[in-house]
């Protein structure tokens, strides 16, 4: 069985960046509820709009992530959206370091 502690999980998450902005998707308040147990992930990925184009991008950048920690990981990943206000903070954070 798969052992891994939640600090390690989430040093894996905060190297997954974002495809197009300059920051972690832990940075950008994209990743939420956190939780690892029995050899299996679950997250919440908040996004600012649910039918974003780098969506499917997104979670194979995370699941990739947790592969690297241990290929037997389980992810489960639980798609949201953005309150107004989460929203609004990621959109100042990506305008910081917009890549296009």
Known sequence: MSSFLLP???Q??????HPEINYSLINLGMIKDVK?????VSL??????LEVPVKELLIQSIEGGLA???TAIQVDINIEQMSEEEREKFMSKAKE???F
């Open 97 to 99: 370091v917009w890549k």
């Open 12 to 17: 894996a998450l905060s190297e997954v960046m």
């Open 36 to 40: 690892c147990k029995e050899g299996k």
């Open 8 to 10: 390690d999980v989430e």
């Open 44 to 49: 919440t990925l908040k996004l600012p709009l």
């Open 68 to 70: 690297n920690l241990d």
